[in-house]
């Protein structure tokens, strides 16, 4: 079976001696759980899996604990393993967990906790609240190019049409099969419970057009006001703002901040919207595949997107800061910020560009690199196989 790179980084923390709780995070179906089953097969000590999808009562989850801590000592080992899937589902579970880890560690009992979940916001606010000091965190990604080739034989062109999501990878050759296991197991699972049951929504109605606009305007920069026009009730820009926040929080659509040294510029700006997984783009086309190559214009989109989601994802892991930046008839599709070092990307992908915009940015700015990507440039499969970090040596 193939195991993503942090099948390693989970391994190499678990057999570290009990310090912190790990929390593996990400979007929905990139594979956490299948993850973790994969190192609850060669763990050799006594574990116990739950997923909080069952909890029906208050005390739930402590039960969860006293069941690994039997466990351990009718074993008699020396250490055991608690996993919790999607734990941001129980009321209060930042409080619940401070509870039993800290009883732990005051009674010495050698438990170690997996916590996985998929609504990103939700997990964060809790470890920040109740969880401080006592947690790392994994975050699981969308599979990349790499890693859908690797294990299910991917090329290039099927990679940008059906993106990164391993579960359906084995129904793509029923694009239209594929697309209805993308809206239904996918967006609507993930608005529907990792969004909606988890934060209050005044306009749930608004929030699902929202997405489906962000997924058809991928790759383009749209400001809020033209949003607002496009969509009924929409609201106010804070609004959209935030709805956009709860989809990036989902793994699902960020709006990207147009690059300036100044960061109230850039909050102030017009996002360049993008999607995490270009599964989302097609699943919600009324085109197949064959008849949106056949338009260099429009599979453009595509192209430039999964640029777009290869250094979205990446970034996020990496502690890289992702923008775009357009000034007057000036743009650079992408721009990579760590620390001091600056680098504008082009992407060249059949698509009317507008004109000189690299040689404008570097004039304003003087960035460490400057690349072209596509024709002329680094190929796409190669750019694709390159870590994000490695750009920045």
């Not at 195991?3 to 709780?21: A, D, V």
Request: net charge neutral; charged share 20%.
């Amino acid at each position: 079976m193939f195991q993503r790179p942090y099948y390693q980084k989970i391994e190499e923390r678990l057999g570290l001696e009990r310090k912190f709780i790990q929390v593996l995070m990400g979007p929905r179906q990139v594979g956490k759980t299948t993850l973790v089953r994969q190192i609850l097969n060669q763990y050799s000590f006594p574990w116990h899996y739950a997923s909080a999808d069952e909890a029906t009562q208050p005390l739930w989850l402590q039960q969860q604990w006293e069941t690994i801590r039997l466990k351990l000592r009718s074993a008699e080992a020396t250490e055991a393993l608690l996993v919790i899937d999607e734990i941001q589902k129980i009321p209060d579970w930042s409080n619940l967990v401070k509870i039993q880890w800290d009883k732990d560690s005051f009674e010495n009992i050698p438990v170690k906790i997996i916590l996985l979940g998929s609504s990103q916001l939700m997990l964060q606010k809790g470890l920040s609240e109740s969880l401080a000091g006592r947690f790392e965190v994994i975050y699981l990604p969308h599979w990349s190019f790499a890693e859908m080739k690797n294990a299910f034989g991917y090329t290039l062109e099927t990679f940008i049409w059906f993106g990164g999501y391993p579960g359906p990878a084995d129904l793509i050759s029923d694009e239209s099969r594929w697309k209805e296991y993308i809206r239904q197991s996918l967006i609507e699972s993930t608005i529907m419970r990792d969004i909606l049951l988890m934060v209050r929504i005044d306009k749930p109605v608004l929030l699902r057009n929202l997405f489906d606009l962000a997924c058809s305007w991928s790759g383009q920069v749209l400001s809020y006001n033209k949003i607002i026009g496009q969509l009924k009730d929409a609201g106010n820009t804070t609004t959209l703002a935030h709805y956009l926040k709860l989809l990036e929080g989902a793994g699902m659509i960020k709006g990207l901040e147009k690059y300036s040294p100044s960061k109230i510029r850039q909050r102030a700006s017009s996002p360049k919207l993008q999607v995490f997984n270009t599964a989302l783009m097609s699943a919600l086309s009324s085109n197949h595949r064959i008849e949106i190559q056949a338009q260099p214009e429009v599979y453009g989109r595509w192209v430039e997107s999964t640029i777009g989601a290869h250094l979205l994802n990446q970034s996020i892991t990496q502690q890289i800061e992702l923008y775009y930046w357009r000034e007057g008839n000036y743009e650079v599709d992408f721009v990579l910020q760590k620390g001091n070092k600056t680098i504008g990307i082009e992407v060249k992908s059949g698509r009317n560009k507008l004109s000189d915009g690299i040689p404008a940015f570097a004039k304003y700015f003087n960035p460490t690199k400057i690349l072209l990507v596509g024709r002329e440039g680094i190929p796409i499969e190669e750019f694709l196989t390159i870590p994000v970090s490695d750009l920045f040596i």
